[in-house]
């Protein structure tokens, strides 16, 4: 299959700081890619070069066979790569319907239109009960996907999705799955996520990228990285392997 997204040596320098070193990598059309590793390895920094929310250092990104390098946010959401940030910031005082209907107005103009798109995401996200409610008053679970609502609405071909299931209990991260497999197969929706609750990366994901300080030091299957010594080293030895034999 054609890859969607090709990342080609990318670099991010913070000043002193490699937040990224020579990152490459492509992602198909399709896939359900999960990006792992441990705290300040250089994740989200990957998804805000992708996303045109930093300027790379050097290298280059393609998306849907265009190269998308610097573009500026709304460029690449407009050609069809939206995201979640990690840490989500409702936009001031909007409830749950008007924040996704911001989402809508990347691609129409109508009131009216942006309105009944949003509802049916509402309804897709199972947010519809809470549509009236201020997002800064909803729980985290709720917040989550209220984020993810609204990167939808903007008619993704690819969702990068960055940690949607931190601070979720366990009945909240099956539901979360539920929904990515649902963004995924139903709507056709090419997926990337990074996610330190293994359970639902492992599950979820048909490859894993696995990045250590700014480096790639492993690509795989979800069964392939679990066994990976370096892996288990860097990041899994005390988060999956330890907790896998506490029976967890
Ligand atoms: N805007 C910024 N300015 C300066 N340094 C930054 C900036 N954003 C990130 N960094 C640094 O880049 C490195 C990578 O951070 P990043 O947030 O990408 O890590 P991460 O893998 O997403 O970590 P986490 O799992 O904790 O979210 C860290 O050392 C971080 O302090
Ligand atoms: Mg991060």
Not at 3 to 24: E, M, S, W, Y
Not at 60 to 77: A, C, M, W
Not at 199 to 212: A, K, P
Request: overall charge neutral; glycine content about 10%.
């Amino acid at each position: 299959m054609n890859p969607i997204l090709q990342v080609q040596g990318v670099t991010k320098d913070f000043g002193g700081l490699r937040a990224n070193n020579n990152i490459t990598f492509s992602v198909k059309k399709g896939e359900l890619l999960g990006l792992i590793g441990p705290n300040g390895a250089g994740k989200s920094t990957l998804f805000n070069c992708i996303a045109g929310v930093y300027p790379v250092t050097s290298g280059r990104i393609y998306f849907d066979g265009r190269e998308i390098t610097n573009l500026k946010p709304y460029q690449v959401s407009r050609l069809g790569l939206a995201r979640t940030f990690q840490i989500f910031v409702a936009s001031g005082d909007l409830t749950v319907l008007e924040n996704i209907m911001v989402g809508s107005f990347l691609r129409t103009r109508s009131r009216r239109k942006a309105q009944s798109e949003a509802g049916e995401i509402l309804e897709f996200m199972e947010l519809k009960a809470y549509s009236d409610q201020w997002v800064s008053e909803l729980p985290v679970a709720g917040q989550k996907r209220v984020a993810m609502a609204t990167a939808l609405a903007t008619k993704p071909k690819m969702l990068l999705l960055d940690e949607v299931a931190a601070g979720l209990n366990p009945t909240e991260i099956e539901q979360m799955m539920s929904l990515i497999r649902l963004i995924h197969y139903d709507k056709g929706v090419t997926v990337m996520l990074i996610e330190h609750v293994m359970e639902l990366v492992m599950n979820l994901s048909h490859r894993v990228i696995v990045l250590d300080s700014g480096n790639i030091i492993a690509e795989g299957l979800p069964e392939e990285i679990k066994k990976n010594p370096e892996v288990i080293k860097a990041y899994l030895g005390a988060r999956y392997v330890e907790r896998q034999q506490e029976g967890g």
